[in-house]
């Protein structure tokens, strides 16, 4: 992926089926809002899937994204904090997060790809 790059992040939603059902309903009608403050700081794409309450999140950025920038532009923009006040009641801190983090980065220690596999001479 030139010019790109992926990460994935995993977070913990309530142990509660209701409060489960809530937030993906949330994530099937996502504000234009908050899709426009993804693109504004740099993720070219994003998915997250879920499986009871883990969630794994994978974004493909830009060469420009970082936490720090988006963390800034998030700070700024009033629809990304009351949406963001709304996921919390829906998640729960995952003991490896730092205080007031929902998302943690994952360690990637496994690549697969066919295309570059295969191109090997």
Sequence with gaps: MAGRRR???????????SLQ???RRH???VPPEIEASLREAGIVELRIYALGTRLVMVMDVDD??????KAQLDAENPAVQDWERLMWTYQDRM??????QKWVVLDEIYTFDAVDAGSSS
């Excluded at 990460?7 to 089926?17: G, P, Q, V």
């Excluded at 420009?64 to 920038?69: A, C, G, I, Q, Y």
């Excluded at 003991?95 to 007031?100: D, I, K, L, M, Q």
Aim: glycine share 4%.
């Design 7 to 17: 990460i994935a992040l995993t977070a913990n939603l309530k142990d509660d089926a």
């Design 21 to 23: 059902a809530a937030y």
């Design 27 to 29: 994530h099937s009608a």
């Design 64 to 69: 420009d994204f970082s936490f720090e920038r």
């Design 95 to 100: 003991p490896e997060a730092a205080p007031g």
